[in-house]
Each structure stands twice: as C-alpha cells, then as structure tokens.
Antibody, heavy 127, light 109 residues
Framework: QITLKESGPTLVKPTQTLTLTCTFS??????????VGWIRQPPGKALEWLAL???????RYSPSLKSRLTITKDTSKNQVVLTMTNMDPVDTATYYC???????????????????WGQGTLVTVSS | SYELTQPPSVSVSPGQTARITCSGD??????AYWYQQKSGQAPVLVIY???KRPSGIPERFSGSSSGTMATLTISGAQVEDEADYYC????????????FGGGTKLTVL
C-alpha cells in the first residue's frame, strides 16, 4: 500500500522560504518510472502543478514558478523536499505530494499520472 | 501558457448520466487524466490515459477523448459522486509540463 504525507510549517511570513517534506512508504524512488510530484490548491480554487522528480533525478518545474522552486529527493529516507522562495500571501494553499508513474509511450508521447495523493498540508502566508 | 478548459458546474439527478468535458489544444496528442475531489479530501485518480480505470474505481466512471476534447462520463450518477472533478494533461513544450483544468463541480440531486 502506497502512502504519502506532507509536513512543514503551517504559517510562513512574506518573503520567507517554505520547505515542505513528503515522506512516503510502499514504493522506492530508485525504481524505474517512479516519481513524486507536488501540487497545490489555494482555498476554494483549482489544483496547480508545481514540480516533480523521478527515480533518475530528472526534475520538472512549473514554468510560471520555476525560478522559485527546488525539488530534491533522499532515496534512503524515502523523502522528497520542495522549497519555494520569496513566499507571498497568494501562495497560501494546501500543498499535496503524490506518487507518479511515468513512461515514454513512443515518439513524443509521454504518460504520467498522480496516484495516490497525500492528505495535504495547509500553508498560510501572513505577517 | 497552456490551458485546459472545463465547465464550472454540471448538475444531474441520481441515475442520470453526467458528462464533464475538458478542452485543450494539445489533447489530440496528449493523454487526459481525471481526478475526483470530495469536499475536504485529497484528489483521487478515476481515469488515466484517456479511458483506463484504476482498480477500485466503479465501472460507471468512463473516459474518452476525441480531437481537442476529453470527456469524463459517469453513467447512472449517484449522490456519492458529488464532487469536484479535475482534468490533467501535459503541454506540448517538450518538457511534458503538467497542467490541470479549472475543475467542474458535479451536483447530483
């Protein structure tokens, strides 16, 4: 059974750096095709993809947030860490991590999906 | 930036068929995925690669894709299917960046 859980501060001040940790079990980030992604959801709003990292340390970032994000993994600890710099009140959201299966399906075809998700952690940005 | 467009809301009576659409220019070449999010809960994958159903997802959930539109169909919708539904796909940048639609609130009553 795959489980993931997000941890980190519930409150950060504007301009501070947010560090979130995703601790998982039931899979290994050294297995081919496996990854972990981060997605956030402001209160009452839609999901927004942030970043993902694969077993081979391939990293992808949302183009709109790329300059502020860093994703890393610690395979031995079964953890993935996301840092986001220069936090602003508009970054107030529930942050989710999720297990990914990804693979190239021929030509330009690439398939990946988020399943399952962690319970999420609400981060509020306020002074 | 690439966008996926969903209707804000869909409403059906119990037992009716609900159809939720997702439109995007890259969908002819990219897979669509669908997630269900009930109030206060994390999203759950209900359809992957346009039309495949994960284990444990009821058969009444199905997916299809044609041209620039993907569709999630719930045949015989039940009260417990009331939730927000999000489509997910990737852009055509070559980096396979993930994108989510704006979400559709399904009301079953």
């Amino acid at each position: 059974q795959i489980t993931l859980k997000e941890s980190g501060p519930t409150l950060v001040k504007p301009t501070q750096t947010l560090t979130l940790t995703c601790t998982f079990s039931g899979f290994s980030l050294s297995t081919s095709g496996v990854g972990v992604g981060w997605i956030r959801q402001p209160p009452g709003k839609a999901l927004e993809w942030l970043a993902l990292i694969y077993w081979d340390d391939d990293k992808r970032y949302s183009p709109s947030l790329k300059s502020r994000l860093t994703i890393t993994k610690d395979t031995s600890k079964n953890q993935v860490v996301l840092t986001m710099t220069n936090m602003d009140p508009v970054d107030t959201a529930t942050y989710y991590c999720a297990h990914i299966i990804g693979y190239y399906c021929g030509g330009d075809c690439y398939s990946h999906w988020f399943d399952p998700w962690g319970q999420g952690t609400l981060v509020t940005v306020s002074s | 930036s690439y966008e996926l467009t969903q209707p804000p809301s869909v409403s059906v009576s119990p037992g009716q068929t609900a159809r939720i659409t997702c439109s995007g220019d890259a969908l002819p070449k990219k897979y669509a995925y669908w997630y269900q999010q009930k109030s206060g809960q994390a999203p759950v994958l209900v359809i992957y690669e346009d039309s495949k159903r994960p284990s444990g997802i009821p058969e009444r959930f199905s997916g299809s894709s044609s041209g620039t539109m993907a569709t999630l169909t719930i045949s015989g919708a039940q009260v417990e299917d009331e939730a927000d539904y999000y489509c997910h796909s990737t852009d055509s940048s070559g980096n396979h960046n993930s994108v989510f639609g704006g979400g559709t609130k399904l009301t079953v009553l």
